[in-house]
């Protein structure tokens, strides 16, 4: 079915949705715009109403190829008709072969399957501490982290995650973590050479090369190589978080490849799986310090999730997807200066890589980055905060010239919505 098919199918408009109801027995851990998405199309979704939106969220960072992709269908489909999930007890050719895509298409060597973002970076992190204790020889290894990172919400990952936001209240958190500014270098000089003390020694630096959550944060390409250099020069691991940038997010397949250094383990999520709930852990062969019994995951790389992201993956190369990323992601930077050049007072700054961009707001005024979203909901266009002041553009890759065009005339009468008198 194709996705023009897919549009014309128009819903019949139910009466408002039950926020009360859901909220009396769905914990409240999310604050949720008012709306209730039950339908989507490329990158359009409908909600509870039958009210269109273009869709620049793409489930944070993750519908890579829209909704309702007909391949993402027809892989569905196909794979819980053969088989979904028999666990790691057994072979899973699906797993073996989204391994061999991704190694054939990294500088990885070995790949541990998970379900989330998270898991990949505890997987990370175990695998950091167990080559610690086993080649570094680092009785009580130290992971530096930068400030404003994100890497999840386990205990681990909340711990490894420099915001002291996340973690509030859920302390005790997990020793041998310790905070360095982004993007700077001698910050990470000095923490390796201060921190080496007796039974303690910095064992690996878990970094995303682009700060997603943190505030569309580009890594600095000169900063990345010295770390490169200094985690050759010393053993140190260097661990990048590729969970929100990987997977032709960026216009490249990998985000190390905009920074030309490439890390010993990083993890991918997100995109991974087009939305299909999947998350792995690279590494190259020799850091790959696992036995078997060591780590492991029920539902980790099923032959469901496998087939899907494999499908993903190869819809990625076959419609050339990675050029269209770097093309749109183009437009939509110089189309959104534009909008910059207009309210100079509210927005100091546009950046970004491929189809990850933020539009930063001027942080002497009161207006927030949830004003603006609100504002883009009222004029059809979904965007996702990043922190409080950057409004982040992530549509799905497949996203059109004119839906990039649409969704700038719509931020332009949003920003001039939240900024009339
Ligand atoms: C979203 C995200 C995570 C967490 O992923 P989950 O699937 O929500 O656990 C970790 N790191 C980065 C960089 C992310 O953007």
């Given amino acids: 079915m194709s996705i023009q098919t897919l549009i014309s199918q128009a819903t019949t408009p139910s009466s408002p949705f039950d926020t009360d109801s859901f909220n009396q027995v769905v914990m409240s851990t999310y604050a949720r715009f008012p709306i209730a998405l039950e339908r989507g199309a490329g990158c359009r979704v409908w909600d509870t109403q039958g009210r269109e939106y273009l869709d620049f969220v793409a489930g944070i960072a993750t519908c890579a190829l829209g909704h309702a992709h007909p391949a993402l269908i027809e892989a569905v489909t196909q794979q819980v008709q053969k088989l979904h999930h028999v666990s790691n007890l057994y072979y899973i050719p699906e797993q073996g072969e989204l391994a061999k895509w991704i190694v054939q298409h990294s500088c990885a060597n070995r790949v541990f399957f998970c379900n989330s973002g998270a898991e990949a970076n505890e997987a990370a992190i175990k695998l ?6 086993t080649v570094q020889q680092i009785e009580k290894p130290i992971i530096l982290t930068a400030h404003d990172s994100f890497h999840g919400r386990t205990l681990a990952t909340i711990t490894a995650t420099g915001q002291p936001k996340y973690q509030k209240n859920f302390e005790p958190l997990m020793p041998c973590f310790h905070y360095v500014p982004y993007n700077d270098i001698e910050a990470v000089e000095v923490a390796i050479s201060e921190l080496d003390e007796g039974d303690y020694r910095v064992g690996a630096i878990l970094i995303e090369p682009l700060q997603g959550e943190g505030g569309v944060r580009p890594g600095d390409i000169a900063y990345f190589q010295k770390l490169r250099q200094i985690c050759d020069e010393t053993g140190v691991l260097l661990i990048f978080d590729e969970v929100q940038v990987g997977m032709g997010r960026t216009g490249k397949l990998w985000g190390y490849e905009c920074l030309g250094v490439e890390p010993d383990i990083f ?9 299909i709930p999947i998350g792995a852990m690279m590494s190259k062969s020799f850091c790959d310090v696992f036995q078997p019994g060591e780590h492991a995951s029920t539902f980790g790389g099923n032959p469901f999730v496998c087939g899907v992201a494999l499908t993903v993956c190869q819809t990625l190369e076959q419609e050339n997807i990675l050029q269209n990323v770097e093309e749109r992601g183009e437009q939509l930077r110089v189309g959104l200066q534009a909008i910059a050049a207009k309210y100079p007072n509210h927005i100091s700054e546009v950046r970004g890589w491929g189809l990850i961009n933020g539009m930063v707001l001027n942080a002497q005024i009161a207006l927030t980055a949830a004003d603006v979203v609100k504002a883009g909901i009222d004029e059809g266009l979904l965007l996702v905060p990043a922190g409080p002041k950057v409004i982040r553009f992530v549509p799905p890759l497949i996203v059109t010239e004119k839906e990039v065009e649409e969704a700038l005339q719509a931020v332009d009468r949003a920003m ?6």
């Avoid at 950091?128 to 204790?133: C, E, G, L």
Wanted: proline content about 0%.
């Fill in 128 to 133: 950091a501490r167990k080559y610690a204790h």
């Fill in 267 to 275: 993890t991918s999520a997100k995109a991974l799986g087009g939305g």
């Fill in 416 to 421: 001039a919505s939240v900024t009339k008198e």
